[in-house]
């Protein structure tokens, strides 16, 4: 069981925007700006696409966005294309001694 | 810029020790003041975090492993290194190295990742 919930499937169709949520406690998404976002194609390592809640690294499309909301964080990806079909992990860093948990991972479906 | 690369046996025995390498290239490990972490990721599952070490080798480790798990670095290599012991078929699991956020609270993602070696335990 992942320390940060996400839901486990979400759909789209080419064009349209998704949203995908992150939800944790007190002690890491609501207790720091320390959230990250992360893409995975099948047998490749994941891919940094949002850190610190907000920004996009170099190179990320703009077509990625994060917000954050007491203990809910959020990727937004508009304009959906065929290739952000992916599985996408949440990061947090938290105030325990695990210092860092993931969420269980979201699969995107572009239809 | 900065390369990751894992190192180590794909294959080990159970109760046996699981050890692996990652090799920093295009930049030195000592440079920027990072962390440097293990993230591992079982067939079909999701991550999980398993340690990190900085540069004066302090390290911080999964509560749920820390018994089992010791990590050093040498910077004369450029590499950094992780030992789990007393290995099960749970180890089973593609092990990444990533570069971490700095000690300052800065950078506080995995920025960069290595390509990811699949370890797996079976006698």
């Known amino acids: 069981q992942s320390a940060l919930t996400q839901p486990a499937s979400v759909s789209g169709s080419p064009g349209q925007s998704i949203t995908i949520s992150c939800t944790g406690t007190?002690?890491?998404?609501?207790?720091?700006?320390?959230v990250s976002w992360y893409q995975q194609h099948p047998d490749k390592a994941p891919k940094l696409m949002i850190y610190d809640v907000v920004n996009r690294p170099s190179g990320v499309s703009n077509r990625f966005s994060g917000s954050k909301s007491g203990n809910t964080a959020s990727l937004t990806i508009s304009g959906l294309q065929a290739e952000d079909e992916a599985v996408y992990y949440c990061?947090?860093?938290?105030?325990?001694?695990?210092?860092?948990?993931f969420g269980g991972g979201t699969r995107l479906a572009v239809l | 810029q900065v390369q990751l690369q894992e190192s180590g046996p794909g294959l080990v025995k159970p109760s046996q020790t699981l050890s692996l390498t990652c090799t920093v290239s295009g930049g030195s490990i000592t440079s920027g003041r990072y962390y440097w972490s293990w993230i591992r990721q079982p067939a079909g599952k999701g991550l999980e975090w398993v340690g990190r070490i900085y540069l004066s080798g302090s390290t911080h480790y999964n509560p749920s492993l820390k018994s089992r798990v010791t990590m050093s670095v040498d910077t004369s290599k450029n590499q950094f290194s992780l030992w789990l012991t007393s290995v099960t078929a749970a180890d089973t699991a593609v092990y990444y190295c990533?570069?971490?956020?700095?000690?300052?609270?800065?950078?506080?993602?995995?920025?960069?990742w290595g390509q990811g070696t699949l370890v797996t335990v079976s006698s």
């Open positions: 007190s002690s890491d998404v609501g207790g720091h700006d320390y």
């Open positions: 990061s947090s860093y938290s105030s325990s001694s695990t210092f860092w948990v």
């Open positions: 990533a570069r971490d956020g700095t000690d300052l609270l800065t950078e506080l993602a995995f920025h960069i």
